[in-house]
């Protein structure tokens, strides 16, 4: 079954961290560059940050540059999203969609717009990221 699943989320303290994960199975990674993405209620779906198919490149939205580190592991077909300093702000559901090496992961407005357009092959339901005292 081709899928993407992420793992990781859960409630924390501000300025605590978590480690999302978003392990593919059913195809391989290797081929595809990963966007993670996150939408609270009420809000408009938000790029938070994108990754290169071999790591090479990343990008952030100015609001988690700093805090949140994009990586991946290719062998473990998986890629992670390292959240760090964590705010209230931050609470959203979280989750990773693949696009393949057509389509270049340059900043998270582009990856947006890609994502609207349906251009990502495959997403995943997500994990919920809760941020409160």
């Known amino acids: 079954q081709v899928q993407l699943v992420e793992s990781g989320g859960g409630l924390v303290q501000p300025g605590g961290s978590l480690r999302l994960s978003c392990a593919a199975s059913g195809f391989t990674l290797d081929y595809y560059h990963i966007g993670w993405f996150r939408q609270a209620p009420g809000k408009e779906r938000e790029g938070v940050s994108g990754?290169?198919?071999?790591?090479?490149?990343?990008t952030y939205a100015d609001s988690v540059k700093g805090r949140f580190t994009i990586s991946r592991d290719n062998a473990k077909n998986t890629v992670y999203l390292q959240m760090n300093s964590l705010k209230p702000e931050d609470t959203a559901v979280y989750h990773c969609a693949a696009v393949g090496l057509l389509t270049p992961i340059t900043t998270v407005h582009t990856m947006c717009a890609s994502y609207t357009e349906g251009i990502f092959d495959y997403w995943g339901q997500g994990t919920q990221v809760t941020v409160s005292s």
């Open positions: 990754i290169s198919n071999n790591g090479g490149s990343t």
